[in-house]
C-alpha cells in the first residue's frame, strides 16, 4: 500500500509504500529530517512460498556463542534435516523458533511473523517436539492429549476421532487411558509425536524425534513425515543419526559450533564432496595403467582396490568431469576396455565428517 | 477459555494428588489429637474448632506455598511447561491456574476440619460454647485465608525463581515463617478492624506477589 507524507520540516509530500502493521522510518528527500510511519492494519500472513526465514540469527548465552550468524529459509512442504554433533546449537536453533528462547540478534520469521514478537500468532501454525517430552505425572495419556488438542485451538468434536487415530498408527491404543507417570521412554517419546501431530501443523518442528524409538516405529514415524511433506506439512527436524536424515530430509543442513556449515539437497552435498575427492575405476581386464594415469594433470594418486578396480584420488580445486574425460581418453589409447567410471558416490556419513572438518579448518 | 481449561486441570491434579488427600485427613487427625492432649492439662476448656482453627492458620499457609514451590520447580526442571508454551496461550495463564488450583484446594481442607471441628464441639459441648466460640473462629478462619493467599502467591514467586526444590523449600521455610506475622500486625499497630487490616493486606501483598512472579516467569527463557 501507498502513503502520501508531508514532511514536518520542510512540507514536501513524499509518497512511501509498505505493508499493513509496518513500520518504516522514512528520510525526507528535500531536508534529510527522519520520521517514523506505521501502515494501518494487520500483518498479512507471509504470502510467499518461505515458512521459516532465519536472518543472520545469533544466541549467546554469556560467553558461549551457540548460533553464530545463522541464515536459512524453509520452503513450504519441505523435510529439512539439521544435523550436527552434541552440543553444535541444534536445540537453541528449534528453541529461538519456537519462542522459547529469545535470540540475542538477527531476524526470525515463522510464517511470516516475526520471533519472539509475535509468538503466540505463530505458535497457531507449530507442532513442536521437545528432545525430552514431560508430561504432568497425574494426567493419563488421553487427559494430556485432550488438553493440547484443546489448547491448540481443535474443535471439541474432532479432538478424540484424531487422537484415536494417531495412538493407533503409533501403537499405543492401549496406553490410552493409563498414566503418563506409568509410561516408558520410548511410549512418552511416541506421545509427544502425537501430541505435536494433534492439530495438523503447518510447521512441524522436531527436535531429536526418532531417539528411544525401537526400529519399527523409527520407520513409522519416517513414514508419517514423508506423507505429512507430501500433504503440504513442513518438517524441521534435528538428528545426529545420519540415516534417518539421509532416509526422509529432502534438505539437509549442518552445523557445528554455532555455525551453519552447509546446506542443500542430499544429492548437492555428495557432489561438491564427490567432486573434489575420488573417481572409481573398474577394468574389463586387469592393465598396468598406474604409470600413464599418474601422469595427468590433477591425479594426487591411484590405489588398487581389487585386480580390475582401482580408486583415483583427484586434487580438490580439480573438474571431475574434465578429469574423468582424461582418464578414459587415456585407458582408450592405451587399449583398456573400461566397464565404469565415476565419481564415488559417498554415504552421508562420510559427507559429514567432510564438511565438519572443512567447518573447523575454516 | 485456555485460563479455564488450565485451571480446571490444575484443580483436578491437585485434589487428586497424594499431599492433599494427606492434607484432608492430618488437619483433623493433628487437631483430634492436639485437643486430646490439651484436654487433659485444661480440663476442655479449649475447644476443638478452637484448636483446628490454631492448627489449619498455622501450617495452612505453609503447606500451600511448599506444595507451589516444589511443583513449579519440578515441572520446570522437567520441561512440562516447554509444550504448554509453544501452543497459543498466556504465559500468566498458567501460574494464575496453579495459584487459584491450590489456594482453593487448602481454603477447603481448612474449611472442611474446621466444619469437624464445630460438629465435635456441637456434639461433645453444649450449644452455649460454640455460640461464643463460633464468632471468633470464622474471624480467625477468614484470616487464615488470607495467610493462605499471601503464602500461595509467595509460594509461585519462589516456585519460578528458584533454581531447585532443595533451595526452594529452605527459602520458603526460612521466610514463609514471617508470613505468621501478619495477624499480629493489628495489635502493635492497635488497629480496630483488625480483620479487615489483615484482608486488606494480604489481597495487596497477594496481587503483587503475583505480578512479581508473572514478570518473571514471563521473562523466563526455556
Not at chain 1, 221 to 239: A, E, M, Y
Request: aromatic share 8%.
Amino acid at each position: 500500500m501507498e502513503k502520501q507524507i508531508r514532511c514536518t520540516k520542510c512540507s514536501k509530500i513524499t509518497s512511501v509504500t509498505g505493508n499493513p502493521g509496518d513500520e518504516i522510518i522514512v528520510t525526507c528527500p528535500s531536508c534529510g529530517a527522519k520520521g517514523k510511519i506505521k501502515f494501518e492494519g494487520e500483518k498479512e500472513f507471509n504470502p510467499s512460498d518461505k515458512l521459516v526465514i532465519f536472518k543472520n540469527v545469533s544466541k549467546k548465552y554469556k560467553d558461549v556463542l551457540a548460533v553464530n550468524n545463522a541464515s536459512f529459509e524453509i520452503k513450504k512442504g519441505e523435510i529439512f534435516g539439521y544435523i550436527g554433533p552434541n552440543g553444535a546449537g541444534k536445540t537453541t536453533t528449534i528453541k529461538m523458533m519456537v519462542g522459547l528462547l529469545n535470540k540475542t540478534s538477527g531476524e526470525l520469521y515463522i510464517n511470516g511473523y516475526q520471533m519472539p514478537d509475535e509468538k503466540e500468532k505463530a505458535h497457531k501454525f507449530i507442532g513442536y517436539l521437545p528432545q525430552q517430552v514431560a508430561f504432568q505425572q497425574w494426567r493419563t495419556l488421553n487427559h494430556a492429549l485432550t488438553t493440547f488438542g484443546k489448547l491448540s485451538g481443535m474443535e471439541k468434536n474432532s479432538i478424540q476421532p484424531r487422537i484415536d487415530e494417531l495412538l493407533t498408527i503409533l501403537n499405543l491404543k492401549e496406553y490410552k487411558f493409563r498414566k503418563v507417570g506409568k509410561l516408558s521412554g520410548g511410549t512418552i517419546q511416541k506421545a509427544g509425536i502425537v501430541q505435536a501431530l494433534m492439530h495438523n501443523p503447518d510447521l512441524l518442528i522436531l527436535d531429536e524425534p526418532l531417539n528411544g524409538l525401537d526400529p519399527e516405529s523409527r520407520y513409522q514415524v519416517k513414514q508419517i513425515l514423508r506423507d505429512l511433506s507430501k500433504k503440504g506439512t513442513t518438517v524441521f527436524f534435528s538428528s545426529h543419526i545420519l540415516s534417518d536424515v539421509q532416509d526422509v530430509a529432502t534438505k539437509i543442513c549442518i552445523i557445528d559450533w554455532g555455525k551453519i556449515i552447509k546446506i542443500g539437497t542430499m544429492d548437492q552435498l555428495k557432489y561438491e564432496f564427490s567432486k573434489q575427492n575420488q573417481i572409481e575405476l573398474v577394468l574389463a581386464k586387469k592393465a598396468d595403467i598406474f604409470h600413464e594415469i599418474k601422469k595427468i594433470e590433477g591425479v594426487e594418486s591411484i590405489i588398487e582396490r581389487s585386480p580390475q578396480k582401482y580408486l583415483i584420488n583427484v586434487g580438490k580445486n580439480v573438474d571431475a568431469d574434465e578429469i574423468t574425460n582424461t582418464i578414459i581418453k587415456t585407458l582408450m589409447k592405451n587399449k583398456c576396455r573400461i566397464r565404469s567410471i565415476s565419481p564415488t558416490s559417498p554415504s552421508l556419513d562420510e559427507v559429514y565428517q567432510y564438511y565438519l572438518r572443512r567447518g573447523v579448518k575454516n | 477459555m485456555s485460563l479455564q481449561l488450565i485451571f480446571y486441570d490444575e484443580l483436578k491434579g491437585f485434589y487428586k494428588s497424594k499431599v492433599m488427600i494427606a492434607l484432608w485427613i492430618i488437619f483433623p487427625a493433628i487437631a483430634l489429637l492436639i485437643h486430646y492432649i490439651s484436654s487433659l492439662y485444661t480440663d476442655g476448656a479449649i475447644s476443638v474448632s478452637s484448636t483446628v482453627s490454631l492448627i489449619v492458620s498455622t501450617i495452612g499457609g505453609l503447606v500451600a506455598s511448599i506444595m507451589l514451590t516444589v511443583s513449579i520447580i519440578h515441572e520446570k526442571d522437567a520441561r512440562v511447561y516447554d509444550l504448554f508454551l509453544i501452543r497459543p496461550i498466556k504465559r500468566w495463564h498458567i501460574l494464575i491456574s496453579k495459584f487459584f488450583a491450590v489456594f482453593i484446594c487448602v481454603t477447603v481442607a481448612g474449611l472442611l476440619a474446621l466444619s469437624l471441628g464445630i460438629l465435635s464441639d456441637y456434639l461433645l459441648q453444649n450449644e452455649l460454647i460454640l455460640d461464643i466460640v463460633l464468632p471468633g473462629i470464622i474471624d480467625s478462619f477468614i484470616i487464615t485465608i488470607s495467610i493462605i493467599g499471601i503464602s500461595c502467591s509467595f509460594g509461585v514467586l519462589i516456585g519460578v525463581i528458584s533454581p531447585s526444590v532443595v533451595v526452594g523449600v529452605i527459602i520458603i521455610i526460612f521466610i514463609g515463617q514471617y508470613v505468621e506475622i501478619i495477624p499480629l500486625l493489628p495489635i502493635i499497630f492497635e488497629i480496630e478492624n483488625s480483620v479487615g487490616f489483615v484482608v486488606l493486606l494480604g489481597v495487596m501483598v497477594t496481587v503483587i506477589l503475583m505480578i512479581l512472579s508473572i514478570f518473571a516467569f514471563n521473562r523466563k527463557q526455556f
